[in-house]
């Protein structure tokens, strides 16, 4: 693997029973990158985060997480090495408190919480501000997903992995949502998103993959990719 990646795959094969959905997937992201990950309904992205984070064992291939070959581990050894995968559906607690759900995240982690950094979060995502004692069952959509991500900043990670940030989100929260991800991005934050809307997605990635039936068929900038008139047809035109 690249030695000054953070994180990098190379013949991932993964799958749920005899045939595998990862087909030798092959990707990397450096230090302060953010890739997309893209690819139609199926293709295989959200196996392939779990596959990182350790929720689904890999058949074959290797994972590395900067120095270390983490295919073998489980998933909470993973998150304290530094990955924080937000998976997709915004899964917050909902009966416990926006600012308690933002603790949470810090479980793991070495550092004990600075009240400071807590705000700092809290001006990153100004909505979370407003309804900070509020239970996090009682936030929209939009707001848990902003909840689910400042949960996973607090485990000062390594690498975000942000799966289909947007799904069912009404547009102006997508736009909300994905002005929070282009913030985290300029401040330096490695990121790895998977976006249905792929269009949307190469907005703020610097690189991307197109998975086809648990396959990298195709991988470049965000602008080559966004000129690609195949790709335009298969699955950027769902942005
Ligand atoms: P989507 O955006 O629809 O989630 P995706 O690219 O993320 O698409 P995956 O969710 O990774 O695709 O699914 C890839 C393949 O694996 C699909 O054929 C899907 O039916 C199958 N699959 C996903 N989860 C499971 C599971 N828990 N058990 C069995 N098969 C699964």
Known sequence: PPADAVLSTLGLTAGYGAAPVLDRVAIEVRPGETVALLGANGAGKSTTMRALAGLLRPVTGAIVLEDRAIAHLPAHTIARLGLALVPEGRQVFPELTVIENIRLGAHGRAAPIDPAEIEALLTRFPRLRDRATSRAGLLSGGEQQM?????????????????????????????????????????????????????????????????????????????????????????????
Request: net charge negative; aromatic share 4%.
């Open 147 to 239: 909840l689910a991500i400042a949960r996973g900043m607090m485990a000062h990670p390594r690498i975000l992995l942000l799966d289909e940030p947007s799904l069912g989100l009404a547009p102006a929260m997508i736009n909300a949502l994905y002005a929070v991800v282009a913030d985290l991005r300029d401040q330096g934050v490695t990121i790895l998103i998977v976006d249905q809307m792929a269009a949307l997605a190469l907005t703020v990635a610097d690189r991307g993959y197109v998975l086809e039936q648990g396959r990298v068929v195709t991988a470049g900038t965000a602008a080559e990719l966004s000129a690609d008139a195949g790709l335009e047809a298969a699955y950027l035109g769902a942005a």
